[in-house]
């Protein structure tokens, strides 16, 4: 089972970039496909990007389309996400999921992901 640990994130300027980590401590990294989410107080958790096992299929949010990159290094066993051209509407907590072993789909939904990571600030400013 999947066992994420987020670094990554802090304040930034409009127009600057970021990149996100998750670390899979577990042992099934490649087995299953991964997500990045965020959320602001009071909102729903929200799909940003998605990627299957192997990195060959992604999904993303139409808003992030063309400045976040969702990318995965499976013998590192590590997710990230390269986030340009920042935005202040972008400010959330932003959290990495792994869907259940054996569930390469991509997947929009939060409910369809059983593990997250602990979540991670990521600030923009105007």
């Known amino acids: 089972q999947a066992q994420l640990v987020q670094s990554g994130g802090g304040l930034v300027q409009a127009g600057g970039s970021l990149r996100l980590s998750c670390a899979d401590r577990?042992?099934?990294?490649?087995?299953?496909?991964m997500g990045w989410f965020r959320q602001n107080p009071g909102k729903e958790r929200e799909f940003v990007a998605a990627?299957?096992?192997?990195?060959?299929?992604?999904d993303y949010k139409d808003s992030v389309k063309g400045r976040f990159t969702i990318s995965r290094d499976n013998a590192k066993n590590t997710l990230y996400l390269e986030m340009n051209s920042l935005k202040p509407e972008d400010t959330a907590v932003y959290y990495c999921?792994?869907?259940?072993?054996?569930?390469?789909?991509?997947?929009?939904?939060?409910?369809?992901?059983?593990?997250w990571g602990q979540g991670t600030q990521v600030t923009v400013s105007s």
């Open positions: 999921a792994a869907r259940a072993p054996g569930y390469d789909s991509i997947s929009t939904r939060p409910q369809d992901y059983r593990t």
């Open positions: 990627t299957t096992w192997n990195g060959v299929s992604t």
């Open positions: 577990g042992r099934t990294f490649s087995l299953y496909a």
